[in-house]
């Protein structure tokens, strides 16, 4: 598996956040996007994702796949995206059936599990901590195989030890194959390439 950005350029508001930017990045590596507040981090990594147009270039994932490239990628970013009044479990059981829709997937208690979140499973979303709300989002990753993950500030508000975790699970998935674009300030503790954004838009 290969993704390639050839040219990238996204323009929003009338004005042009990037241009000309191109990357590969293969099965098995992962990609780390830096640069200050308004370079374009989260912005590349929404218009990785489909959701923002391109103004010019080209993205492609090679071998060809019955399935969009939307369809292969999982995009967490800075909103948790998490329904308040459903409890931990209940939010990520929609998420499990809305991302396995007609291919079946993991259940959500084994995410649940993974991320500690079992002992606040029941728990309304409204009542966890910023925290526990980041970790119950990245949860999503777990209920459903999609080979590209797309995180945009992937440690914001986690503790040392959840830190540590999360940049394991991140590992584990590299190390099985898949691909990884994490835009962030913090260090990952992460064998990965540097893709650094220029001016601020």
Partial sequence: MRLSASRLSVERGGRIVFSGLSFAIEAGQ???????????????LRAL???????????SLTPASDETLAEQMHFIGHADALKGALTVAE?????????NSGR???????ALEAFGLGPIAHL??????????????????LVARRPIWLLDEPLTALDAA????????????ASD?????????????LPAAKLRLGAAA
């Fill in 177 to 189: 194959g898949g691909v990884i674009i994490a835009a962030t300030h913090a260090e990952l503790d």
């Fill in 124 to 141: 309304p979303a409204a009542y966890l901590s910023a925290g526990q709300r980041r970790r119950a989002a990245l949860a999503r990753l």
């Fill in 104 to 110: 079946g997937g993991a259940a959500p208690a084994p």
């Fill in 49 to 59: 994702a489909g959701l923002l147009p391109l103004a010019q270039g080209d993205l």
């Fill in 91 to 99: 939010n990520l059981s929609f998420y499990a059936a809305l991302l």
């Fill in 162 to 173: 959840s830190q540590g975790f999360v940049t394991q699970i991140m590992r584990a998935h």
């Fill in 30 to 44: 992962s990609l780390i996007v830096t640069g200050r507040n308004g370079a374009g981090k989260s912005t590349l």
